[in-house]
């Protein structure tokens, strides 16, 4: 039941009046009685004029009754979108092979724009440049990953515990408190230690929030914005603590030379053989410049099976920075710096 006011009932109704003499004219002869007799004593409004012809959901003052109309069309437009999806299944039976190719949905992912740095694998260039960078004495072997994890000045309880469950994600790293030194004299002891890599967990309001990422001893520092992380017991249906056993790594959508160059950053890490005895995998999966890391254990059910379980921690990386050497804040160069403002005018261009 629909309530108008009686302005709004006056005005259609005079609508409607004006419509029928405009069809019926009076006669010529100017019989008032005629005209009388012929002009019915209360014209109801046509159909057409019941509503007003831009009504939505949203005009219905009553909160109730706005939310009973618009479950109500919810609903039928589901009922409708179901007996689409049925007929064109249907269709699709009773022409068999000759039925067309399923429409693929657009998504910010297949629409991308293109990057002129995508990287090639059979490019000649790119097989120089990965065989004279600062990476190319782990990938030919000359030596093995070893690791310091340190945080920032005076870490809280999460921070720490976020710390010491990825030195057990990543074989070969040592926890150390960091004391109040200045990076610039931690690097060079690193250095002297054997360390090849540097990675301080910054924190803001008890949470972890940064990371710094530096390979040892000639860089590149990468500097990464930390969210959502998640530590083992806030996870649910989480499996056991891993082991020590080297984890298979899995490096997904690292498709730019700037990706390319994230993607052997994180590669570096670990070592060389992972071992398939424990069956362990960490995964850095960039999807639209956010890298989210998961760490699991599988188990092959049969042959075509495979159940996987996840052991923690998760967290999620947006790359800030990627400075040329070791850290250097004030005099280091800068090969990227993300710039929010010229990145975000277009919603489908991305970095890595």
């Known amino acids: 039941v629909w309530f108008f006011s009686t302005e709004r009932n006056f005005l259609l109704h005079k609508e409607a009046r004006r419509k029928y003499w405009t069809e019926h004219p009076p006669?010529?002869?100017?019989?008032?009685?005629?005209?009388?007799?012929t002009e019915p004593e209360h014209v109801d409004a046509p159909a057409e004029f019941s509503f007003p012809p831009t009504f939505s959901v949203s005009e219905i003052k009553n909160k109730q009754r706005r939310h009973l109309m618009f479950m109500k069309l919810k609903q039928e437009k589901r009922k409708q979108k179901v007996a689409m999806k049925k007929?064109?299944?249907?269709?699709?039976?009773?022409?068999?092979?000759?039925?067309?190719?399923?429409?693929?949905?657009?998504?910010?992912?297949?629409?991308?724009?293109?990057?002129?740095?995508?990287?090639?694998p059979e490019d000649e260039e790119v097989a120089f440049d990965e065989g004279t960078d600062e990476f190319s004495a782990?990938?030919?072997?000359?030596?093995?990953?070893?690791?310091?994890?340190?945080?920032?000045?005076?870490?809280?309880g999460r921070t720490v515990r976020f710390c010491n469950q990825l030195a057990t994600v990543i074989p070969d790293a040592h926890v150390y408190y960091r004391r109040?030194?200045?990076?610039?004299?931690?690097?060079?002891?690193?250095?002297?230690?054997?360390?090849?890599?540097?990675?301080?967990?910054?924190?803001?309001?008890?949470?972890?929030?940064?990371?710094?990422?530096?390979?040892?001893?000639?860089?590149?520092?990468?500097h990464f914005k930390v969210s959502s992380v998640r530590l083992r017991k806030e996870m649910k249906r989480r499996g056991k603590d891993p082991t020590e056993h080297s984890p298979e790594v899995i490096l997904n959508n690292f498709t730019t030379r700037l990706g390319h160059s994230m993607g052997r950053l994180f590669a570096a890490l670990f070592p060389h053989d992972p071992q398939f005895v424990g069956r362990q995998v960490a995964t850095f999966h960039n999807q639209r410049d956010f890298i989210f890391f998961r760490f699991h254990r599988y188990i092959f059910k049969n042959e075509q099976r495979v159940g996987i379980q996840e052991l923690g921690p998760r967290f999620t990386l947006k790359l800030r920075s990627l400075q040329k050497g070791t850290f250097d804040s004030k005099f280091g160069e800068y090969e990227w710096v993300l710039k929010r403002h010229e990145n975000d005018v277009c919603r489908r261009r991305f970095n890595l």
Do not use: W
Request: charged letters at 30%; aromatic letters at 4%; proline letters at 8%.
């Open 180 to 222: 109040g030194l200045a990076l610039k004299k931690v690097i060079p002891q690193c250095i002297a230690r054997g360390f090849t890599y540097l990675m301080v967990i910054n924190e803001d309001r008890k949470v972890p929030n940064g990371m710094v990422l530096c390979h040892l001893p000639d860089g590149p520092t990468a």
């Open 27 to 37: 006669h010529e002869n100017g019989n008032d009685s005629m005209i009388e007799k």
């Open 87 to 120: 007929k064109k299944k249907k269709e699709r039976d009773a022409l068999g092979d000759k039925a067309p190719p399923k429409e693929v949905p657009k998504t910010i992912e297949n629409q991308r724009v293109y990057d002129e740095t995508t990287v090639n």
């Open 138 to 156: 782990y990938f030919n072997r000359l030596t093995n990953p070893k690791v310091l994890i340190t945080t920032s000045d005076r870490p809280r």
